[in-house]
């Protein structure tokens, strides 16, 4: 990673989810946390393989039309907890977030369904500087402002239904998932050490899902997604007043994304245990309001991204002992601008009046081209009552960048590339009456980046419904980290 890099704009989503439907597009290698990972999963021990391989935990929450593979009536839970750690002089953990979710899924004859609902407790990014005095205009007002707890609480529910259409192998399935968040990741660290800062939002998805299983042992499946997500950060900060208390000053913040996305994919049998998979996904984001972050001079940027994955799948079973392998490319197109929020003489100085740049019009202007790849394998050995999976996941980063600044009148081209690993760990255990299961994870080559003498930048995790677009206005430094996740899956069977 380059150090010196005056201006990035990042747009992150979350993995699990990403793996599942939605696309994840970075500038930087920050490190994330699984802050949406409340489903449990099999194949997550495998390092996430999908493609030619069903995840007999998780499928239903990706397709909803794959619930028809429920087998009667089971309660299921799936308590997780990450951290962010990191070496530095100021922190030591950066972040935790521990979750609770209890859920439901059924089928009896060709109907299924099932319910999830999810608490969560994230621990707040705390800062190291004193509060920053924006230069900006802002309207000043002393103001009374308590410190908010350390803690922040989201709450989370997912439902399904669907059926599996008479006389044909067919099944249709509905699901939605919906979040009351008082917080996001990272999106602290966008803002200025020192400020106080509430989060508070919803978000939204919405899926249609058909899957269809062939008595050769071939499927398909095709599922279509709307999803939405809003959030209000309210910032304050202090002015400093000659002879007094600072002044607080505070200023509500809107982030908006909406977007659509489709996967299909397809399974084949072929000779001696193997299975082939093809997939294909399709992600379209607009960013009709992002926020005014601290670290980026410009206000009121929209943007757009078009996000694609190709991917291809193999999988192979002898005996008790399954092997996957996943092979992704993924092209992402994203545009990203600025409009002036009032008339901006070009150069930053007093210029004749054709040399303005109009409210409402161009500032900046920024064209990403993405040329990803994914690569995960894994390994699972399975027992009578016992079972074990070890599985690494490679996503490599690479994009060029054309940026055209109208005001200061300059134009940059900027190629970076990154790696980020994740090793995948998993067992579990049938005992008589319930199974459980334990997940570990730890992602590395990812770091929390910061502005020599600055705010530190963000270290993010956003839901897929959640983009950002952020442009540090400073020199970019990298401090390592490493992601650590643990889950705990308990699954009684009710009915069989």
Known sequence: MKKWLVTLWLLVVMPLTAAAQQIPVKTIPVATGNQFMIFPSQNMSMGGVSIALDDPLYDAFVNPAKGINIQGVRFASSPAYYGVS??????DDASSTRTLPVGMLLR??????????????????????????????????????????TTRN??????????????????VGLSVFAASLDGLEGVRLLYSDGDLFEQNGTMSSFRLGFYNQWDDGRSAELTVQHHRFQMDHERTWGLPREGGPPILVTRLEQDET??????????QPLAGGWRLGVRLVGDWKNHPKIPNYDLMQIPRDPGNTSAYNIGVGLSRTIGQTTYGFDLIYEPIWSHTWADAAEDTPIGGFAQPEDNVIRAGEMTVENFFEFDNSIFRLGVRQAGDRFDFGLGLGLHLYRYHLDQEDFVRQ?????????????????????????????????TLGTGRPGIDGGPRFARDQAFAESSFVVAPAGPLALQDARVWTHQLSLLIPIVD
């Open 86 to 91: 990191m070496r530095d002089d100021f922190l």
């Open 108 to 149: 009896q004859g060709t109907l299924f369904g099932g319910a999830v609902m999810a608490w969560q407790e994230m621990s707040k990014e705390t800062g190291d500087g004193c509060c920053f005095f924006a230069e900006q205009a802002f309207t000043e007002n002393t103001v009374s402002h308590e410190q908010s707890s």
């Open 154 to 171: 989201n709450v989370y529910a997912f439902a399904m239904g669907g059926a599996q259409l008479p006389g044909t192998n067919l099944s």
């Open 258 to 267: 909406n977007g659509w996305a489709v996967l299909a994919g397809f399974q």
């Open 410 to 442: 300059f134009k940059r081209k900027l190629d970076e590339s990154w790696g980020e690993w994740t090793l995948s760990l998993g067992m579990g255990y049938n005992f008589t009456g319930f199974q459980l299961r334990y997940l570990s994870l730890i």
